[in-house]
């Protein structure tokens, strides 16, 4: 009887040995697979290009003031007296490979009269009415020559390559940095309030059941609410304004609940001390709470940072999902795709899984090295107390 | 001395009025949307509100607007999720809490808070990429979006929501508890089954009731895979889904007038469900400081 009950134990524990493993690799499984697929889609497609690049190429017709017009010996190497050294690319067109310093290429003007300086990797595919499709650099050089000689300025069209993610990291830099702007010193204030300030009643009640409310909120929600009063009632349009804005009150919770903890754990003894001496209430919590709490905080704002990284309901509807970059806070010019939403956008609009899954590698990474710092400095200052 | 009492209290005000505004947030949001979305429902040529609620097709342009069948997405899909999450999740938290030695969980807790950290956008790239054309291949029917891919997606995207915070709940648990188990004859699965985890029982509810949250919640990477069908309750995992969030944010971009109402309306819907998960965590989470 005995040793049957021994047998059974051994078999319960083995199975239960079991199940923790299988579902601990399931676990750990389902990590290797997501990253992995991301990274052998993803990878292929991530080149300097890729990260420098505009998204859309660009194609502009500038005029060039050219200076030495009398200067005919040159028809040979015409362009690179221009300070300038072009190559044909893959399609046949004539790429800008290097410029010097004091290119007059630098100084090129659009057909408004705006300055358009020309950068290395543009693409030149018309010279006047010609085009450089297949053009020898022989027949080129004549044809700027041709035109100096005839003391002409020289039109040109050029198209500037995209197929790259610039856009996306600068409006979502943006946006952090907008949306940090206004959530941390409201979020740490608030900290400071409900830990240092606010007694037990009503009011702390109803800031943390508004608090907890606020966290479990989804963020499509957040999108709906502003879309309808960013977007439309203020009248500011899909903007990074009405982004920021949006997001900031997401990031509230975090902001507020990170910050509150660091707080709490900052010894009693400290704030006493500091009234002792005759330090007013205000002093002690800005010269002594405030900088004890500084690890915390920056955990809080690199936690939101990654939110904001990862964030795309909440934004699809109120900063939209144009990848350029925004040249104001409200407004026309101001719509701008985070590089969530424009993955987002690639995947659902134009089934785009390649470049969807290079940009998927850059968040990853991202929110990699986020996950690195935030416990870096967890360690680093909790070892120290 | 005077003057600085009164800076004090000034400055002691503008730190009330920085903790206020996230109650303001919160009044401001649920006020906005359910003023739009209760919209419909009043006034002249007001839509039937059990028509909306009880109705099984969409179709905004014959003025067709049933929810039912979303709500019903919406349930299974999150049911579904917690039923397969909550035990692999929980057994993972186990195997971290109690199991594994130091060096394991060295390299598995990282990874769980980096799946953690990955925006949903990458999980639906996933479930686009990687489970739609598994369950292409052996669905019954012609399309892989379905209530299934729904359910597999979600699974994953709780995953590191049970095992953090159930992990965190066993770790709770006093030594003691073990200890004596242990000390009592119990074999180590024994106690770890039969008296760590129901010890750490209202951190693990806890736990699921957040994921629960997240489930309904989540828009993004559901709305790539679960096919958005018109109408029609699922009565099978290989149905076409449309849960609530999905049909929020498939037709913002381009709705007016009633239908944009409408979308709001719905919003006032899911927001009713989150209200109900969040108040069932606070419960949890209170009664559990009340017994410590």
Redesign the interface.
Known sequence: MKIENNQS?II??TI??I??????A???M??V???G??FV?GLPGINIDFLTRQWQAKTTFINVELKNTEDTNLSDSYIASLGAHVEQNEDGYIAVTKLEKDSVLKDSKNLKGAAYEVKVDDVITKVLATDTKNITLEELNKQFNDAAMNGETLKLKVTRPGGGIKPMVVSTLYIILLSLAIAA??GI??A???TE??KRGK?LV??Q??????A??????????G???FVQMLKMQYSILAGALTLS?LL??TI?STTSEALKAIPKGYRESSLGLGA???QTNFKIVLPNALPGILVAIILSI?RI?????AL??TAGTIAQIPSSLTGNTASAATL?TK??QL??EEGD?AS??SI?VV??VL??V??LLSKWITRRFTVKN | MKTTKIREKIIETLFLICALISVISVVAIIAFVFSKGLKPFFGENAYSFTDFITGVHWNPENNQYGVFYMIAGSVFATAGAILVGVPIGLLTAVFIAEVAPKSIVNIIKPAIELLAGIPSVIYGAFGMGIILPIIQKISPQPQGQSLLAVICVLTIMILPTIITLSESALRAVPNSYSEASLGLGASKMQTIFCSVVPAAKSGILSATVLGIGRAIGETMAVMMIAGNAIGGIPTSIWDKVRPLTVNISMEMGYASGRHQEMLFATGVVLFVFIMFVNITVMRITRKAGEKN
Do not use: H
Not at chain 1, 19 to 24: D, P
Not at chain 1, 216 to 225: A, E, R, V
């Open positions: 134990r319960k524990d239960g040995k199940l923790l493993y299988l579902a601990s399931l676990s750990v389902t990590l697979v997501i990253i697929f991301v889609k010193p409201i204030l608030s400071l309030f409900l300030y606010a009011i109803v800031i059941f508004a608090i907890q409310m606020l479990g909120i989804p963020s499509i929600i957040y999108g709906l609410f879309m309808l009063v009150i509230l919770p507020i007013t209430k205000l990654g990284v990862g964030e795309s309901a699809i509807w969530t993955l987002y995947l659902k899984v969807a899954c998927a968040i990853i929110i990699w986020l996950n």
